[in-house]
């Protein structure tokens, strides 16, 4: 019984071939069954293709690039998802910068008016106060004034006391005394 190789070693012819550099060298081509190295490989190849048909192959590497197909497109529909709720939020957190900004000058604005109403407020409490010490000065200038008038008068009357004893003790003597003093009795 011949094996595979012992029968392609028969069918083997020697050729020369060329090597490339102008030499040449011996080449033996090995033909079984009317098949060349060429054929042989290419009936392998035929033979694989067959049974990788036969085992269903080409279905699976179908069915396998399916399914990354559609994992790919699930993919891309949570990235649109991820995308579409990322702009609404974009979206939002601009409403809500927009409206801080609103409040931000609203609050700039009562705080202005609130500065103007103290600043006010501030003026008339001072000119309150102006006019208030003013009064007290006027008031403290009244009293030194009267206490002045009071001083004054004190020292008129008791000028006026001493000069009326040295002129009634000039001019009165005891008879006018006691004419006086019956005048005065005979009254009550």
């Known amino acids: 019984?011949?094996?595979?190789?012992?029968?392609?070693?028969?069918?083997?012819?020697?050729?020369?071939?060329?090597?490339?550099?102008?030499?040449?060298?011996?080449?033996?081509?090995?033909?079984?069954?009317?098949?060349?190295?060429?054929?042989?490989?290419?009936?392998?190849?035929?033979?694989?293709?067959?049974?990788?048909?036969?085992?269903?192959?080409?279905?699976?590497?179908?069915?396998g690039?399916?399914?990354?197909?559609?994992?790919?497109?699930?993919?891309?529909?949570?990235?649109?998802?991820?995308?579409?709720?990322?702009?609404?939020?974009?979206?939002?957190?601009?409403?809500?910068?927009?409206?801080?900004q609103k409040d931000a000058e609203a609050m700039m604005q009562n705080a202005k008016a609130e500065a103007d109403a103290l600043l006010a407020k501030a003026e008339s409490d001072s000119e309150k106060m102006v006019e208030r010490r003013q009064r007290m000065a006027e008031e403290k200038i009244a009293a030194?004034?009267?206490?002045?008038?009071?001083?004054?008068r004190k020292r008129a009357v008791d000028a006026a006391a001493v000069a009326s004893r040295s002129l009634i003790a000039q001019k009165h003597d005891s008879k006018a005394d006691s004419k006086l003093a019956d005048e005065v009795i005979s009254q009550l």
């Open 1 to 63: 019984m011949l094996s595979f190789t012992g029968l392609m070693i028969a069918a083997s012819e020697p050729m020369l071939a060329d090597d490339g550099e102008g030499g040449k060298y011996l080449k033996e081509e090995y033909a079984a069954l009317g098949f060349d190295d060429y054929g042989w490989v290419a009936l392998a190849m035929a033979i694989l293709l067959a049974v990788m048909v036969w085992k269903k192959v080409p279905s699976l590497l179908a069915g």
């Open 65 to 100: 690039l399916d399914a990354k197909i559609e994992e790919i497109k699930s993919q891309l529909e949570d990235a649109k998802a991820l995308r579409a709720e990322a702009e609404a939020l974009r979206d939002e957190y601009a409403a809500k910068m927009a409206g801080a």
């Open 144 to 152: 030194a004034e009267r206490d002045a008038l009071d001083a004054v």
